[in-house]
């Protein structure tokens, strides 16, 4: 003869809801079987209190249950309604709404897999050419590579004795089992029987590897690409870390880059600042000729648009800024003083009126 449900738990057929609850959570608590792991008695009646609870927790089948007792459940041929009953069940569903989850880990898949391996960074120093206008770049990278004989296991496997193969192991607490990764197999659910002889048990051998890398238009010192699954080989079959590919970009030799400006400083004689004329300058495709107008001042600055560094990743050109330097001869021959002492004459301070303001204002200071 069943027991009573309402005797089971301890509770008046009155009980509300809340009540029922924590009249199970007690019952439940005390016969548990992790805690009475050599008691079939208290089995039995923790399954005896999970099924009153999962009775009395349902309203209608409270109400069968008030109405009929346990006649309400026995079918027509007297199967019986509980065949297949999970007593852990009630017992899990209601401490999931505290702990956010099933607390013996039941119905949880195992989170076994290799780790992932370790990202490489690799510092590539590049012509300025390059950086302005892009190129293929060959590296070679000192790495671990997956083991091709293994396939990155280290050999020959069999079960992890300590979880059983579930790449788990239960921990009792008081009250509570805690599932956490094996430290036997590292979650693998397997463990190293026999040793690869390619790379003796670790998974993965060492190698230099060639690898090419395109580098885009306009990158600039301390510029970061990132080659996916180029980095270390994972462990136990995991997936590969990412090789990261740290610009560093020369100086040039006539250029100074201003963000995606460029700034060419281009020196002329005194005579062909005064006179003008057409110079070959320097850009990044090549020479341009640029005319250089009459009267042309030391330190002027000519823009080219459209004639410098491409944006990172697409967009308009910056342009060249071709800065005028007047060279100032520090030797000159007997013939070339001649010459100039005689402009300086003709010249007088009509034809320098920079200068003729300059000492104007000195004047007014002093005077």
Same mark, same amino acid.
């Given at each position: 003869?069943?027991?009573?449900?309402?005797?089971?738990?301890?509770?008046?057929?009155?009980?509300?809801?809340?009540?029922?609850?924590?009249?199970?959570?007690?019952?439940?608590?005390?016969?548990?079987?992790?805690?009475?792991?050599?008691?079939?008695?208290?089995?039995?009646?923790?399954?005896?209190?999970?099924?009153?609870?999962?009775?009395?927790?349902?309203?209608?089948?409270?109400?069968?249950?008030?109405?009929?007792?346990?006649?309400?459940?026995?079918?027509?041929?007297?199967?019986?309604?509980?065949?297949?009953?999970?007593?852990?069940?009630?017992?899990?569903?209601?401490?999931?709404?505290?702990?956010?989850?099933?607390?013996?880990?039941?119905?949880?898949?195992?989170?076994?897999?290799?780790?992932?391996?370790?990202?490489?960074?690799?510092?590539?120093?590049?012509?300025?050419?390059?950086?302005?206008?892009?190129?293929?770049?060959?590296?070679?990278?000192?790495?671990?590579?997956?083991?091709?004989?293994?396939?990155?296991?280290?050999?020959?496997?069999?079960?992890?004795?300590?979880?059983?193969?579930?790449?788990?192991?239960?921990?009792?607490?008081?009250?509570?089992?805690?599932?956490?990764?094996?430290?036997?197999?590292?979650?693998?659910?397997?463990?190293?029987?026999?040793?690869? $002889?390619?790379?003796?048990?670790?998974?993965?051998?060492?190698?230099?590897?060639?690898?090419?890398?395109?580098?885009?238009?306009?990158?600039?010192?301390?510029?970061?690409?990132?080659? $996916?699954?180029?980095?270390?080989?994972?462990?136990?079959?995991?997936?590969?870390?990412?090789?990261?590919?740290?610009?560093?970009?020369?100086?040039?030799?006539?250029?100074?880059?201003?963000?995606?400006?460029?700034?060419?400083?281009?020196?002329?004689?005194?005579?062909?600042?005064?006179?003008?004329?057409?110079?070959?300058?320097?850009?990044?495709?090549?020479?341009?000729?640029?005319?250089?107008?009459?009267?042309?001042?030391?330190?002027?600055?000519?823009?080219?648009?459209?004639?410098?560094?491409?944006?990172?990743?697409?967009?308009?050109?910056?342009?060249?800024?071709?800065?005028?330097?007047?060279?100032?001869?520090?030797?000159?021959?007997?013939?070339?003083?001649?010459?100039?002492?005689?402009?300086?004459?003709?010249?007088?301070?009509?034809?320098?009126?920079?200068?003729? $303001?300059?000492?104007?204002?000195?004047?007014?200071?002093?005077?």
């Amino acid at each position: 003869m069943k027991r009573d449900y309402y005797e089971i738990l301890g509770v008046e057929r009155a009980a509300p809801p809340e009540e029922m609850k924590q009249a199970y959570r007690k019952v439940a608590h005390r016969y548990h079987p992790d805690k009475n792991p050599d008691d079939p008695d208290a089995e039995a009646r923790f399954k005896e209190a999970s099924e009153a609870y999962a009775v009395l927790s349902d309203p209608e089948k409270r109400a069968a249950y008030d109405r009929l007792g346990h006649a309400a459940f026995s079918g027509a041929a007297g199967a019986d309604p509980f065949a297949g009953f999970d007593p852990f069940s009630s017992f899990s569903d209601l401490f999931s709404e505290f702990f956010g989850g099933d607390i013996f880990g039941r119905g949880r898949r195992s989170t076994r897999g290799g780790r992932r391996g370790a990202d490489l960074r690799y510092d590539l120093e590049v012509d300025f050419d390059v950086a302005a206008l892009g190129g293929e770049q060959s590296l070679q990278v000192p790495k671990h590579r997956t083991c091709e004989e293994c396939g990155g296991l280290g050999g020959e496997r069999d079960l992890c004795p300590r979880c059983g193969g579930h790449g788990q192991v239960h921990l009792q607490q008081g009250f509570f089992r805690i599932s956490r990764t094996c430290d036997s197999c590292g979650g693998l659910g397997q463990r190293l029987k026999r040793a690869c $002889s390619g790379c003796r048990g670790r998974g993965r051998v060492e190698i230099v590897q060639k690898i090419g890398v395109r580098i885009p238009s306009g990158v600039d010192t301390g510029t970061r690409l990132r080659l $996916s699954g180029e980095g270390e080989a994972g462990y136990d079959g995991g997936p590969p870390g990412d090789l990261y590919v740290v610009i560093k970009v020369r100086e040039h030799p006539l250029f100074e880059r201003q963000g995606t400006d460029l700034l060419c400083e281009v020196p002329i004689s005194i005579a062909q600042a005064a006179l003008g004329c057409d110079v070959e300058v320097p850009s990044l495709e090549g020479k341009d000729t640029l005319q250089i107008s009459p009267g042309t001042q030391s330190g002027e600055v000519i823009r080219l648009r459209g004639r410098g560094l491409p944006r990172l990743g697409g967009g308009l050109r910056g342009d060249q800024l071709v800065q005028i330097f007047v060279e100032v001869p520090t030797r000159i021959s007997d013939k070339q003083r001649e010459l100039l002492e005689e402009f300086a004459r003709v010249s007088g301070d009509e034809v320098n009126p920079r200068r003729r $303001s300059f000492l104007d204002k000195l004047r007014e200071l002093f005077d």
